[in-house]
């Protein structure tokens, strides 16, 4: 049995944000399978690993940016898989929940909040 609650896509330009994402998602139980900076990679890797949940940060570098790169995921690829378009990191633990059913999340977890990121 996977130990983690969800396998996550996460797709995100900037390396402080996607640390921050990164750790708040670890700690919460879930497993990151793929981290992408492009548009175009991140939609491959949505093909190739089927996440359950997809985080977007920032525009993405690329000719596929966030906005595209979910229309086409939703369109395409993975129409009925959560996708979070995260504009601030401290933003993901309220997004998940209105995304996710309270009931849902595991019990064990102990995430409160994201960490400070670097200014």
Same mark, same amino acid.
């Given at each position: 049995m996977n130990p983690f609650f969800l396998r996550v896509l996460l797709a995100a330009d900037a390396a402080h944000d996607t640390t921050a994402i990164e750790h708040y998602l670890h700690d *919460?139980?879930?497993e990151v399978v793929r981290v992408e900076a492009r548009g175009e990679a991140a939609?491959?890797?949505a093909r190739l690993v089927h996440p359950d949940l997809v985080v977007l940060s920032g525009p993405l570098h690329g000719g596929l940016d966030a906005v595209a790169l979910a229309e086409t995921l939703q369109e395409q690829v993975l *129409?009925?898989?959560?996708?979070i378009v995260v504009t601030d990191p401290a933003e993901l633990p309220a997004l998940l929940a209105l995304q996710i059913p309270a009931a849902a999340w595991p019990c064990h977890s102990e995430a409160s909040s994201l960490p400070e990121a670097d200014a």
């Open positions: *919460a139980g879930h939609l491959k890797a *129409a009925p898989t959560p996708i």
